[in-house]
């Protein structure tokens, strides 16, 4: 439970410091005022992704690594997105698959990647969910922008971007997580001491 209050404490705080961010009204120009607020959404961001991997990835969690896999992916993401917007919503599933299990004790680099062969069934449903619920926020944040704009528009789709995107990282932390085959494990003997 405290690590679900931990979660939606990150994903309010973010969606505080990017509704702030739309407050003063800056345009899009080569102002320090307008860089000013692009580095702190950015901040927010990067720091909100890597404590919800983290958080995601149970105890003994890795903030060094979760933090380096969210910016690695959010650098890829950024500059495809700048090519061709096509590969954003692909190339954020992607994101969510690789960067999801950074936060756990025993991840490597191949943890998500693999949950496609630990658990086929499991993480191809999870990525058509993840691929459709990514479609309907994109979709949903479109038409939540023409009826209710400005900070408080900013701070309820982060809210709920923020909310889902914690879910589906949680999910992805988890399938990432390779179960035990109780089949191979051995029994421990014990063994008696004769005197």
Known sequence: MRRVLLVAAVVLGNAVV?????????????????????????????????????????SGARWLR???AVVLALVIVGALAVASLATLVPALVVALVVVSPAG???????????????????AILLAVVTLVTLVVLAVGALLFGFFLTGWLGSFGTWVVVGAVAAV??????RLAVRGVNLSTVRPAVRTARTD
């Open 18 to 58: 990017q509704a702030l961010c739309v407050l003063p009204g800056a345009t899009p120009a080569i102002d320090p005022l307008f860089l000013a607020m692009l580095s702190a959404s950015v901040l927010s961001l990067v720091a909100a992704a890597t404590a919800v991997v983290a958080l995601s990835g149970g």
């Open 66 to 68: 979760a933090l380096a």
């Open 104 to 122: 756990n004790p025993d991840a490597t680099a191949w943890s998500g990647p693999r949950a496609f062969a630990w658990h086929p069934v499991r």
């Open 168 to 173: 589906l990282a949680r999910a992805w932390a």
